[in-house]
């Protein structure tokens, strides 16, 4: 197959592997080959397409945040050929959820609809924060007022079995991507070099985060390459979460002391 243009793509999970899939101006359904190798534990995506046919295969393009990029895909009959060939206990796993679970609900709704462990937004923390700090203006002593800020950060951290990359982890967050890394680097965990983000001494010896290998097809050779991206364990975020949830706690706490003295004038 030729280059081709997607127009809709739906980011999903398997197993928490990220995974694209690419709904083509025909209504053909196709999937990232780099992303699809990674969850079959295949190393060299270029071994593995070698494997397919050339109406299995191709090259499309997708709009992302830095512009158009190709990436290289395969069609569904190219996917089941790869997930007849890996031996892995994941490959029949990844086959019948892509066959009962995802492609139903592509064709039906256009999308797939993640279940995820609901997390708080923003405003009801908010609202929890403030309604404890009332309660402590008038009821609590100095030892509650200390403990609480640590009760509200426990309900902000949602379960996950691996580490995040900044943008996933501003969505579990719920604070977006770039506030994420501005924490990482005023906080000391992360470091900007030539451009990209780089777990710092600091980070790496708290275990807040970590730099790991992700494979990526090169744009323009179409080779398999290797590059380090910056992640965040599930300590970093929790400590993320943690932080947030005692500054608005604290924030609140401040304006309600504030009414309080305005009442008593």
Request: net charge positive; with cysteine; glycine share 6%.
């Amino acid at each position: 197959m030729g280059e081709t243009l997607v127009t809709e793509i739906t980011l999903f999970r398997f197993e928490n592997k990220p995974l694209e899939v690419f709904v083509q101006c025909n209504g053909d359904i196709v999937f990232d080959a780099a992303e699809v190798c990674r969850i079959l534990e295949l190393s060299h995506v270029g071994s593995a397409l070698r494997v397919l046919d050339e109406d299995e295969k191709g090259v499309h393009t997708k709009h992302t945040l830095g512009g158009e990029q190709k990436a290289a895909f395969i069609t569904e009959p190219g996917l089941y050929k790869l997930i007849s060939r890996s031996r892995k206990p994941e490959a029949k796993r990844f086959d019948r959820w892509v066959r009962h679970d995802v492609l139903p609900q592509i064709r039906k709704t256009g999308g797939y609809a993640v279940q995820a462990p609901r997390a708080l937004t923003e405003q009801e923390i908010v609202a929890q924060a403030l309604q404890i700090t009332t309660r402590q203006v008038a009821e609590l002593t100095a030892e509650v007022t200390v403990l609480r800020p640590q009760a509200e950060a426990l309900k902000v951290i949602t379960e996950a079995d691996s580490d995040l990359g900044v943008r996933d982890a501003g969505r579990e967050l719920q604070i977006g991507q770039n506030r994420v890394v501005e924490f990482c680097l005023k906080h000391g965990w992360a470091c900007r070099e030539g451009g990209k983000l780089k777990a710092a001494h600091y980070g790496l010896d708290k275990k807040y985060c970590r730099m790991c290998a992700a494979p990526y097809t090169d744009r323009f050779t179409g080779e398999t390459k290797i590059r380090e991206d910056f992640r965040l364990t599930r300590k970093g975020i929790e400590r993320i979460a943690y932080r947030l949830a005692k500054q608005l706690t604290a924030n609140r706490e401040k304006q309600a002391q504030l009414a309080c003295e305005m009442e008593l004038h």
